[in-house]
């Protein structure tokens, strides 16, 4: 055993003694610089620097110069040595660089790829979910922005937004949505009172309004129920019809029953109530987090070799990363199963009803779960 990584590098081993190398890495992933004390002269060293090209090709006419760790000639110390070729080749994103036998390829999980061309030198094996760009690109052909995950795709290094179009995702909308919904209602109860505030006041002004009255409590509130209104239509209705209360309010000098019937109807749903009243706002929400619950628990799947003959089943087997992350994003970011906040990388695509009995490899019959409540439930 020459190394074995750590969290913040390596640890390189010479004649059974250990030294400790850190790698510095960029918000990419990429490892920019190593560095470690000189165990010799006791000071802080550059064992290697790069510095990239967008693409992954490195600069190699400034800063150049690699070191190694190795024996002293007495063979009693451990000291730096210039060197070609470091042991540690896990560089740009994170991945191993073969450039033994004059490859010059990056080996990701499911492709290698070659560095100096932008281009890997097989097709994408999901090619079919991306049918707007070539099948050799790397990272949707932005790597300043976005990191390529395994061979297969791309994803923002932020982990925040939809890997194909920048699109946020459903919580991001519901807020976003519940944000916009409130300025506008509010300049609309406003503007029909005393004309404290107009429709063309500011946003900072009238967030502030909404803020001081709704509180961010109620804007989450909201937000569950735009999301259930988007992803659960029936449902929520479902849970409005049960819910619909007549609380009495008044908002500063705007009086409710001067408004549009439009408004008067939706004005429950935000406006804080009298004490004692539950706000529909308050009701629904709490339907529709049952709901969600509800439909996120996972039965239990069956045993053995399945009920449906394997030439009959889905040709799909395995959820793409693409399918996962859109999982992920409808559960908030959770677990299904165990409701811990992961990262995609730490979940797998489940199907609710077993592929082997029939189960088919969609969106309506995944979840997004962590890998070991992955494997209890299949125990």
């Known amino acids: 055993m020459r190394f074995f990584?750590?969290?913040?590098?390596?640890?390189?081993?010479?004649?059974?003694?250990?030294?400790?190398?850190?790698?510095?890495?960029?918000?990419?992933?990429?490892?920019?610089?190593?560095?470690?004390?000189?165990?010799?002269?006791?000071?802080?060293?550059?064992?290697?620097?790069?510095?990239?090209?967008?693409?992954?090709?490195?600069?190699?006419?400034?800063?150049?110069?690699?070191?190694?760790?190795?024996?002293?000639?007495?063979?009693?110390?451990?000291?730096?040595?210039?060197?070609?070729?470091?042991?540690?080749?896990?560089?740009?994103?994170?991945?191993?660089?073969?450039?033994?036998?004059?490859?010059?390829?990056?080996?990701?999980?499911?492709?290698?790829?070659?560095?100096?061309?932008?281009?890997?030198?097989?097709?994408?094996?999901?090619?079919?979910?991306?049918?707007?760009?070539?099948?050799?690109?790397?990272?949707?052909?932005?790597?300043?922005?976005?990191?390529?995950?395994?061979?297969?795709?791309?994803?923002?290094?932020?982990?925040?937004?939809?890997?194909?179009?920048?699109?946020?995702?459903?919580?991001?909308?519901?807020?976003?949505?519940?944000?916009?919904?409130?300025?506008?209602?509010?300049?609309?109860?406003?503007?029909?009172?005393?004309?404290?505030?107009?429709?063309?006041?500011?946003?900072?002004?009238?967030?502030?309004?909404?803020?001081?009255?709704?509180g961010p409590k109620r804007v989450e509130q909201i937000a569950v129920v735009v999301n259930a209104a988007i992803n659960d239509p029936g449902g929520f209705l479902a849970d409005l019809a049960e819910s619909v209360v007549q609380p009495v309010f008044d908002l500063a000098s705007g009086d409710a029953t001067r408004m549009g019937a439009g408004v008067v109807a939706i004005a429950p749903m935000f406006i804080t109530p009298v004490a004692g009243e539950e706000s529909v706002i308050e009701s629904v929400a709490a339907k529709a987090e049952a709901r969600a619950a509800k439909a996120t628990e996972l039965p239990k799947p069956g045993k053995g070799r399945g009920t449906v003959e394997p030439g009959a089943r889905d040709t799909k087997r395995v959820y793409s990363q693409k399918q996962k992350t859109k999982l992920l994003a409808n559960q908030d970011g959770k677990c299904a199963s165990c409701g811990e906040v992961k990262k995609l990388e730490e979940v797998a695509g489940h199907h609710k009803i077993r592929h082997a009995d029939g189960g088919k490899t969609?969106?309506?019959?995944?979840?997004?779960?962590?890998?070991?409540?992955h494997k209890k439930i299949h125990k």
């Open 362 to 373: 969609t969106m309506e019959n995944g979840a997004a779960v962590c890998k070991d409540c």
């Open 5 to 214: 990584p750590t969290a913040e590098g390596y640890v390189s081993v010479n004649n059974g003694k250990f030294n400790y190398v850190y790698n510095y890495t960029d918000h990419l992933g990429n490892v920019r610089l190593s560095f470690l004390k000189d165990p010799e002269k006791g000071v802080l060293s550059v064992l290697e620097e790069n510095n990239y090209y967008p693409f992954g090709l490195k600069h190699e006419n400034y800063n150049s110069q690699k070191y190694k760790l190795a024996q002293s000639a007495d063979g009693v110390s451990i000291v730096l040595q210039p060197t070609e070729r470091n042991i540690y080749q896990y560089k740009y994103l994170g991945q191993e660089r073969q450039d033994e036998l004059g490859l010059n390829l990056d080996s990701f999980r499911y492709r290698n790829y070659d560095y100096a061309t932008a281009r890997f030198i097989s097709i994408d094996p999901l090619a079919e979910d991306y049918m707007s760009i070539t099948q050799y690109q790397t990272a949707h052909n932005n790597p300043v922005w976005k990191i390529e995950i395994e061979g297969l795709e791309g994803t923002p290094s932020n982990g925040k937004r939809d890997i194909v179009n920048n699109e946020p995702s459903a919580v991001e909308k519901g807020l976003t949505w519940t944000s916009d919904f409130l300025v506008s209602a509010y300049r609309e109860i406003a503007g029909s009172g005393s004309g404290f505030i107009s429709t063309v006041a500011p946003r900072e002004l009238v967030q502030s309004q909404v803020d001081n009255i709704v």
